[in-house]
């Protein structure tokens, strides 16, 4: 297992790779290149000078977050093949740079939604939350200017501004598919990708649906169990897996998380998790929370006892994280909260390690 922490390049975080550096336990960062927009090659060039920066700070560059899928291969419109092969292509140019891992998702439209990204809790700290009311209803262009409006200056992956006006026009797109002409279109990708992946040593893995059910009647990939199995179905390799993410299966309380891990860990199909608490509001709605279990309801003992015991031997990342100590930071990615969750998941580790002695 590798301990990681998520990094935004080109002055896009309030958190340095100094200070990343400096938390016990930390050897790399997953890293990314929102400035290029969708569907566009990602050069040779400008991955291995983020590569330098990273590796001149003493960390690894082994995971990228993320690669996007363009919005014309999940259509399965006829540009999808010229936009794959691009897409085949910055997987060989991370492969040359020394990335072994992509995490990327296949939800339409956005990657994720919250509709208060600053919402204060009991303890005086801030934590993004979801009030499935609170959005189902508005406009995604509605949803993107307030989030916008919280975002303390920094990007939004998935929600970039110019992407707004194209958002309506893409839901009413996907409201006319049928749910399986969609998920033939994840087989395509799949299909196309996966000899790649053996080619150039990539695991591939996809993440959950944020939130795990539908919204603005969009067709939904990675939500439970049932969805991963047939996800996973789709294209046997086993470079094809999964960003096990906690707080988005979580959310949904019917999930039992501990046993997915098992479940899918042990096939050798988790390749990168993603661990966060959150507490729900029954039936759709939740915030998030530190990771120490007493503080959400997720058992985080039983997700890391869950993953070390189906000898998961990939990476960990502490997602998002409380606003505490009067940071200001991009939303769910400030330093100390996170840092804390890093040092709570490796304590947590540790225990497993010597209690299976």
Not at 2 to 13: A, E, H, T, V, Y
Not at 99 to 127: H, K, Q
Not at 129 to 153: F, K, T, V
Request: hydrophobic letters at 40%; glycine letters at 8%.
């Amino acid at each position: 297992m590798k301990m990681i922490f998520r990094w935004f390049p080109n002055g896009d975080d309030s958190v340095t790779l100094d200070q990343i550096r400096q938390i016990p336990g930390v050897s790399g960062v997953a890293a990314c290149m929102p400035h290029i927009p969708v569907g566009e090659v990602w050069q040779q060039d400008d991955i291995l000078a983020m590569r330098r920066e990273i590796n001149d700070h003493g960390l690894e560059m082994e995971v990228i977050e993320s690669v996007n899928i363009h919005e014309d291969i999940k259509k399965g419109l006829p540009s999808r093949d010229r936009l794959i092969e691009n897409y085949i292509t910055t997987v060989r140019n991370l492969h040359n740079a020394g990335v072994r891992c992509i995490c990327y998702n296949f939800m339409p439209v956005m990657d994720w939604a919250r509709s208060d990204l600053a919402r204060p809790i009991e303890d005086g700290s801030t934590v993004m939350s979801y009030h499935h009311a609170d959005l189902d209803g508005l406009d995604p262009a509605a949803i993107g200017d307030s989030m916008h409006s919280e975002a303390r200056g920094f990007s939004l992956p998935g929600w970039e501004r110019e992407r707004m006006p194209q958002m309506s026009a893409d839901i009413c797109f996907y409201r006319e598919m049928p749910v399986e002409c969609y998920w033939d279109n994840i087989r395509y990708f799949l299909d196309a990708v996966m000899p790649y992946a053996d080619m150039y040593d990539m695991k591939f893995a996809i993440h959950p649906d944020d939130p795990p059910w539908q919204l603005f009647g969009l067709p939904k990939v990675i939500t439970n169990a049932d969805s991963i199995r047939k996800f996973l179905g789709l294209n046997n390799s086993s470079r094809n897996g999964l960003t096990l993410c906690t707080g988005s299966l979580g959310a949904n309380g019917d999930n039992d998380v501990p046993s997915m891990i098992r479940e899918f860990a042990s096939q050798g199909r988790v390749h990168f998790a993603h661990l966060r608490n959150i507490k729900r509001t029954p039936p759709r709605d939740f915030h998030e929370t530190a990771h120490l279990s007493a503080c959400g309801d997720l058992d985080m003992f039983e997700i890391v006892r869950a993953l070390h015991d189906s000898g998961f031997d990939g990476y960990i990342r502490p997602d998002h994280g409380r606003m505490i100590w009067g940071e200001q930071a991009r939303p769910g990615y400030g330093l100390y909260d996170r840092a804390l969750g890093v040092e709570y998941i490796l304590g947590l580790w540790e225990a497993c390690e010597k209690f299976s002695r």
